[in-house]
């Protein structure tokens, strides 16, 4: 068990420019969540995926914003069109499965829009 | 919506002092609760939880018990240390599955 990994750590880019993070779950864990996180607040739910459907979706998630987990393993979340609104830490969890099932955090990847 | 309220800090205490951090909860249902810490440059890891009411969460000496009556979790340390400071998080599962976090609460614990 390896936790929960994602790419980059760090990333900083232009105001209208595209970004994508990678997120490895722990492997054999179903679910695998999509949280951002602001200075000074708790994390917001933004997006799910069982396997590789996703699931639910947060009002948070605009259409510049899309997710895959195509095989059911690992997940990227792009960004089209940065805005500076969009500067926050990206977190990455997985779970066995829903309900009371731990979700198991990521390290995060800090987006900076300048 | 459902949504968490826990107390604001930072919170300052010396070290073998008694801890409670506040958390209220508004929920349809009977949700999970869980309190989620984060110790300085590490991600967020599971503190404790409790799936249903009068549940006790209990880890590393904090307890929490899910008090449906006041739809509360309030998290307790009998004596703190040094190693505790960080930033503690109350969160309830969503319909979704998913976790809705309160904005958390900053504990230094001072030698």
């Known amino acids: 068990d390896t936790g929960v990994s994602q790419d980059p750590r760090h990333k900083i880019t232009k105001r209208g420019q595209n970004v994508t993070f990678r997120c490895d779950p722990i492997?054999?864990?179903?679910?695998l969540y999509w949280y951002r996180q602001t200075l000074g607040q708790g994390p917001e739910f933004l997006t799910y995926f069982q396997n590789e459907a996703q699931l639910e979706k947060s009002r948070l998630l605009s259409d510049r914003f899309s997710a895959e987990r195509p095989k059911g393993s690992f997940s990227t979340l792009e960004i089209q069109r940065t805005e500076q609104g969009d500067s926050a830490m990206y977190l990455c969890a997985s779970s066995a499965s829903g309900g009371a099932d731990t979700q198991y955090f990521g390290p995060g990847t800090r987006l900076t829009v300048l | 919506g459902d949504s968490v309220t826990q107390m604001e800090g930072p919170v300052t205490l010396s070290e073998e002092a008694f801890l409670t951090i506040n958390c209220t909860y508004t929920a349809t249902g009977y949700p999970s609760l869980f309190w989620y810490v984060q110790y300085p440059g590490e991600g967020l890891q599971l503190l404790l939880k409790?799936?249903?009411?009068?549940d006790k969460g209990s880890n590393k000496g904090f307890e929490a018990t899910y008090r449906k009556e006041t739809t509360s979790f309030h998290l307790e340390k009998g004596s703190v240390q040094v190693s505790d400071s960080a930033v503690y998080f109350c969160?309830?599962?969503?319909?979704?599955?998913?976790?809705?976090f309160g904005k958390g609460t900053k504990l230094s614990v001072k030698p």
């Open positions: 492997s054999e864990h179903n679910r």
């Open positions: 969160a309830l599962g969503g319909s979704q599955g998913n976790l809705i």
């Open positions: 409790a799936t249903k009411a009068d």
